[in-house]
């Protein structure tokens, strides 16, 4: 376990605001007002699904790339990933000219795969989960001199992610609670801790599917454990926290004042009602954090912002979605 303050969190995350600031535009934050009479207080979407790849994850990958020094560049980098942060990775090495590798799980969708061949990067496909992918990674970083880039806990990747929380307060100030789909944790670490030192009466909610969910069984136990993957909507969340974990464990434990878990049904709803009341197609890691406000109807949330993280979802996975929301509906 590492421990680091809050304000210096602040400041790395600062820099790394203004590092990525030429790569990465600010999301829209847009108000819903379907959602904020469903649950009876205001409610604001982040729309990281419209970040180049579909994702917030480039925001952590710049962050890294950006600082390896030049002479470094062209021995590239590595990663393992279930999809998202291994897209991040490719098209940020591809616009600064690194040769990228990445490792992935046989259990990543064909869609991935897919769009990482198209970005150019030299894929690794082994194994059925997130360890075997890493060890791959591992050896690779070793035996070619690349640069490994983590997909949570690291420091340049969750300051990276940090700066959405930046954004955050400068777009809502008044924010009281904030909705934020958990796996690893760099998100959330980087959220909160940007969150806690400028605005710690906010409340910061984390929000896993209910099966394989590693990161609040770790927390419910004390310590990191693995889980069995199982297969889910999210399969963005999917994946440990490893074992040796240095930094996220510890920081999510610390600075989130709770973890929520919800079931595919209410997974698959809310991807159905993004859809039909929003117009906006989001992967089921997104659609957590409205799946949870669908639940809750809480009006002690206050203000509060959902994140919206990433919209790479298969055109079946999204028409079921939709199909089970309208058939949910004419049924009364
Ligand atoms: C990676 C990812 C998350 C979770 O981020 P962590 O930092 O691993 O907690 C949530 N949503 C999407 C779409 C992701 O790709």
């Known amino acids: 376990m590492t421990t680091r303050s809050l304000n210096e969190w602040d400041q790395e995350i ?9 790569y990465v535009s600010p999301t829209p934050m847009l108000f819903s007002d379907p959602l904020s009479r469903e649950v009876g207080s205001p409610v ?6 419209f970040q180049p790849m579909g994702a917030f994850k480039i925001r952590g ?4 790339l950006l600082q390896l020094p030049e002479e470094r560049r062209r021995k590239g980098a590595v990663t393992y990933s279930t999809g998202n942060h291994g897209l991040a990775v ?4 591809r616009a600064l000219g690194v040769p990228a590798v990445v490792c992935i799980s046989e259990r990543v ?7 990482l061949q198209e970005l150019g990067a030299r894929l690794e496909i082994r194994g059925q989960g997130q360890d075997e992918a890493y060890e791959t990674a591992q050896n690779i970083s070793t035996g070619e001199g690349r640069l490994l880039i983590e997909p949570f806990d690291d420091v340049a990747v969750i300051a ?22 958990l796996s690893g944790g760099g998100l959330a670490s980087g959220v909160a801790a940007t969150l806690k030192h400028r605005r710690p009466s906010c409340r910061l909610i984390g929000i896993s599917m209910q099966g394989g969910a590693a990161m609040h069984e770790s927390i419910r136990q004390g310590h990191p454990v693995m889980l069995p993957e199982v297969p889910t909507l999210a399969d963005s969340l999917q994946g440990g926290i ?15 004042d709770d973890i929520v878990l919800v079931s595919e049904a209410e997974i698959q709803r809310a991807m159905g009602y993004l859809a039909v009341k929003q117009g906006m197609l989001v992967e089921g ?26 919209r790479n979802v298969s055109a079946t996975q999204s028409l079921e979605a939709i199909t089970a929301y309208q058939g949910r509906k004419s049924l009364g």
Do not use: H
């Open 109 to 115: 969708p064909e869609t991935k795969v897919e769009a």
């Open 90 to 93: 490719a098209y940020m090495c």
């Open 285 to 310: 890691a997104a659609a957590v954090t409205v799946a949870y406000l669908l639940r809750s109807v809480d009006s002690a949330l206050g203000t509060v912002v959902a994140l919206l993280t990433g």
């Open 44 to 49: 604001w979407l982040k729309c990281e699904q």
């Open 160 to 181: 990276g992610q940090g700066t959405m929380g930046v954004e955050i307060l400068r777009e809502v100030p008044d924010v009281d609670t904030i909705l934020i789909p």
């Open 242 to 256: 490893g074992l040796a974990n240095r930094w996220t464990f510890d920081m999510v434990s610390r600075l989130l």
């Open 14 to 22: 600062s820099q790394a605001a203004r590092r990525i600031q030429t």
């Open 61 to 64: 990958a710049a962050n890294a």
